[in-house]
């Protein structure tokens, strides 16, 4: 459900931080390129690779992603999402082992968050006019009770099963159908990373659509920094600011946020994160969750969730799992220069 990068990267890559060894002179490589949507963008300290070797890198990593997308895209009409969801049957789908990992993590995810998390909210997003793309005036219409009901009724993550023997995923209602899009940037990102591994580089940063992985140091006495943008700085256009930063190594850190995607109608506005348990758009003062964890993918899940819950059931439940995750409220006057909470178990990862 999240369409526009909340993660501003606090690099200073244009000057150097301390000393570098010898061959380490100079900012990270950076190479980029496009995907799902959005951008992507990987730096590599001079130490692991030569310049003359990022081409090569560039493909390897877009032809990655490109893979990503061929499975779980619900743009692109012969991923393997859009093949899954208009296929009319409860038979055994076979899918990529990446796809079956993210379906099973998502199971976990909306167990664990209580039914917050829930990839089945398919014909929810589109209802509310945050699927495909529609015209203004459909954005504008609210739906009524019953239509949400009857979405509702098409829904459920306990309808997914996983088999990851010969990978497939099934349905037990033929017509369920998944949007990943909460998810799947954090796999890529993983999966990028994994790339990387694979190639003996040892030190690396990775981010899609502003949901990061970083492994080791940007130099060898230098962590690699990130920073949590302010919802604040939306209210003055044109302008960007971070709410905090943070070194990071060996993590990975998403956030969700509720104050880019939305529209209004009779003054009320709506936003693109929807409860799966109402059926509607959150109306909690929560403008935005941060979680880091072990992987993208787990991060990018569990600030959807904990975006979905609010301030006040979030933080419990963060707190309960242990969870590393930075809540950002609004002010009560409907500001966003809110204070700011953090999981209690995350205070050495959230400075404050």
Request: proline fraction near 6%; aromatic fraction near 6%; hydrophobic fraction near 40%.
């Amino acid at each position: 459900m999240r369409l526009a990068a909340l993660i501003l990267v606090l690099l200073a890559s244009a000057c150097s931080e301390s000393a570098s060894p010898p061959n380490d002179v100079g900012p990270p490589y950076r190479i980029s390129g496009g995907t799902m949507g959005t951008g992507w963008m990987v730096l590599v300290p001079r130490r692991h690779v030569e310049a003359t070797d990022l081409a090569h890198l560039t493909d390897l990593i877009q032809s990655e992603l490109d893979q990503v997308n061929d499975e779980m895209s619900h743009y692109q009409g012969d991923s393997e999402l859009t093949r899954f969801n208009e296929a009319n049957t409860t038979n055994w789908f076979p899918v990529a082992a990446g796809f079956a990992d993210v379906v099973q993590l998502a199971k976990e995810v909306h167990d664990q968050s209580r039914g917050a998390f829930d990839v089945t909210i398919a014909p929810l997003i589109d209802l509310w006019g945050f699927g495909a793309p529609q015209d203004d005036e459909r954005k504008k219409a609210v739906p009524t009770p019953d239509e949400i009901v009857a979405a509702q009724a098409r829904c459920g993550t306990a309808r997914l099963e996983v088999r990851h023997s010969s990978p497939a995923i099934k349905k037990t209602l033929a017509d369920v159908q998944m949007n990943l899009s909460a998810i799947a940037k954090g796999h890529g990102v993983d999966r990028v990373g994994a790339l990387l591994d694979g190639r003996g580089i040892t030190d690396w940063f990775v981010e899609i659509g502003g949901e990061i992985r970083v492994k080791g140091r940007k130099l060898a006495d230098t962590p690699w920094r990130v920073g949590v943008e302010s919802p604040s700085a939306l209210v003055r256009p044109g302008r960007r600011a971070t709410e905090r930063t943070l070194p990071l190594e060996d993590r990975a850190i998403a956030t969700s946020g509720d104050y880019r995607n939305y529209w209004t109608a009779d003054g009320i506005r709506y936003s693109h994160t929807l409860d799966p348990r109402t059926g509607a758009p959150v109306r909690h003062g929560c403008a935005s969750v941060s979680v880091i964890s072990d992987t993208c993918a787990r991060a990018d899940a569990w600030a959807t969730a904990l975006l979905v819950l609010g301030p006040d059931e979030g933080l419990k439940l963060a707190e309960a799992r242990g969870i590393a995750a930075m809540f950002i409220v609004r002010s009560p006057g409907g500001g966003v220069a809110g204070k700011v909470t953090y999981a209690s178990r995350a205070t050495t990862t959230f400075p404050h």
